[in-house]
């Protein structure tokens, strides 16, 4: 009797364990067959929301209905432009890790600027441009995933613009896809070797060059040409836009069309390969627009801007459409998110009386210079600008034996002290830590080896610049709020409110796919998705 008390002590715990890994396993969801990232360069949730009267039922009504919707995302750094904001969401981490500063920075050794892609040791496809990720310092999710798969894991990007494409698609893909500035054409890099058969056979159904000329950009509907949600003293309330000219890839890719021409590449590669057709997780990054036309203010194109929303809903209700009909309803995980930036719009304050001013920064540069000289002696200590940011002569300065710490901490007493400047950040803060939310976000977007020695934050309605480069940005701080969505692959659908990082799309791609995070990567994945 005694032994049979001990045993049942024993066997209590093992069958609740057994009953307990048997409910996990009935509960536990099926690896997505394809994960489709989709970024929306310049998307906003305040105009998603403001055309909602326009749109359809299955395209962003249909994410929010059946989707999780996070109506707050956020970026966990400063000065987020396209390339940054993309490297972000495939690596999980910010520039001060992945090394993508923006779309361009600075190189010290020739004080030129560099693209975040460039490389000269690769070739292009039906391009004469030479590009590669190697500029990406640390893995992506989709560099995980080929490794988990041991290189079976079809992985392609596809993008208007090269950034977007090659960082996407990260180093280890099968193909990354963007428009040629100048032919119209799709091409890529050698550096995921062969052009694929696919992808050149598309120029021979459906190639752009031959339509584009044809191509007329008017409002969609009557509808959509006769709503003008923005206030604005413009009454035009329609349009119509040709793209013809040395300039027309430019607008082209600056406007609605540019999605349409994203959506059938990609359903060109959905039916010509074998992506997401078999168990093997596989990765489709895709990258649209939803800026201004042309890059102008919102203000000489509200109707533009609101048909390209009415336009993009339809588009992505077609992805959705296409992706059920080739890869299967719940077999697939698409996560969409933006940029989150806007371009910048030019106002004249002064007009109105609001504080404002223009702050240059060679001027503040040559002043600085000056003052150095004053206290360490003759030099050109100042050597070169790009931004707000400046760059020390770090040669000189060991040259001379001065203490860069305290060449840093005279240079921000003396830059503070300049009219249109809110604050000054030197490399030395910035490696003490984050002490403060908003030195931890420049932190962030500083990287050790592309950023400068010196940030000035120029004030809010002030505009900077560079008289050499005839570089300008006009500063405005205001919150720009858009969603991030989870759809398909057994997604709860709910809305949520609270602010989130968009660092974490990453690691919970990765916990769909059941590998490991990104290598840099150290936020926790979102819960209670599923």
């Not at 249909?62 to 400063?78: D, Q, V």
């Not at 990007?157 to 193909?175: C, E, K, Q, R, V």
């Not at 203490?403 to 921000?412: G, P, Q």
């Not at 701080?477 to 709860?492: A, I, T």
Request: with cysteine; hydrophobic share 40%.
């Amino acid at each position: 009797m005694h032994n049979n008390k001990k045993n049942c002590r024993f066997l209590t715990p093992l069958i609740l364990a057994l009953v307990c890994v048997n409910m996990e396993a009935q509960t536990s969801y099926p690896v997505p067959r394809l994960i489709v990232n989709v970024m929306i360069d310049q998307f906003r949730s305040d105009y998603m929301e403001a055309f909602s009267s326009l749109y359809g039922e299955d395209g962003f009504n249909r994410l929010l209905r059946e989707g999780r919707t996070y109506m707050n995302a956020e970026y966990p750094f400063h000065d987020v432009d396209r390339a940054s904001a993309v490297a972000c969401v495939v690596t999980g981490t910010t520039p001060y890790d992945n090394g993508i500063v923006g779309e361009k920075w600075l190189d010290r050794k020739s004080l030129r600027p560099v693209y975040c892609v460039d490389d000269s040791k690769y070739n292009g496809w039906q391009t004469s441009e030479a590009y590669s990720p190697a500029k990406l310092n640390v893995s992506t999710v989709t560099d995980e995933l080929k490794m988990a798969t041991d290189g079976r894991a079809i992985v392609y990007a596809i993008a208007p613009y090269a950034d977007a494409a090659i960082l996407s698609a990260g180093h280890a893909a099968n193909g990354a896809f963007w428009l040629n500035d100048s032919t119209g054409r799709w091409c890529g890099t050698s550096y995921y070797g062969k052009y694929p058969d696919w992808a050149l056979r598309y120029e021979y159904i459906l190639p752009l060059a031959e339509r584009l000329s044809d191509m007329v950009w008017k409002p969609v509907s009557s509808i959509v040409g006769n709503f003008n949600y923005f206030i604005s003293t413009n009454d035009r309330k329609t349009f119509k836009h040709r793209f013809e000219g040395d300039r027309k890839m430019v607008e082209f890719k600056s406007s609605a069309f540019v999605n349409a021409e994203v959506n059938n590449f990609t359903k060109h590669c959905l039916e010509n390969t074998e992506i997401g057709q078999d168990e093997v997780t596989d990765f489709l990054s895709l990258t649209y627009y939803a800026g201004n036309f042309d890059h102008k203010p919102v203000s000489e194109c509200p109707i533009e801007l609101q048909d390209t929303y009415v336009r993009l809903d339809q588009q992505i209700a077609e992805l959705i459409k296409e992706l059920e009909k080739t890869v299967g309803r719940g077999n697939f995980l698409l996560v969409l998110t933006s940029t989150g930036y806007m371009d910048d719009e030019f106002t004249d304050l002064a007009k109105y009386r609001i504080p404002t001013g223009t702050f240059s920064i060679n001027k503040a540069s040559a002043l600085l210079n000056m003052y150095l000289m004053a206290v360490y002696g003759q030099g050109k200590y100042v050597e070169a600008e790009f931004g707000t940011q400046l760059f020390l002569n770090q040669k000189l300065i060991e040259e001379k034996q001065l203490n860069m710490a305290d060449v840093l901490t005279r240079s921000s007493a003396f830059l503070t002290q300049m009219a249109g400047v809110k604050d000054v950040y030197t490399s030395q803060r910035l490696a003490l830590g984050a002490s403060t939310d908003e030195i931890g976000r420049r932190r962030n977007s500083y990287n050790v080896n592309r950023s400068g020695d010196i940030f000035i934050e120029v004030s809010p309605g002030w505009k900077y610049i560079n008289e050499e480069t005839h570089e300008q940005d006009f500063i405005q701080l205001s919150y720009v709020s858009f969603p991030l969505f989870f759809f398909g692959s057994n997604v709860r659908p709910e809305t949520v409110k609270v602010p989130v990082s968009v660092d974490c799309i990453a690691p919970t791609l990765a916990a769909f796919m059941r590998i490991r995070a990104p290598n840099a990567c150290s936020i926790a994945p979102l819960s209670a998705i599923r």
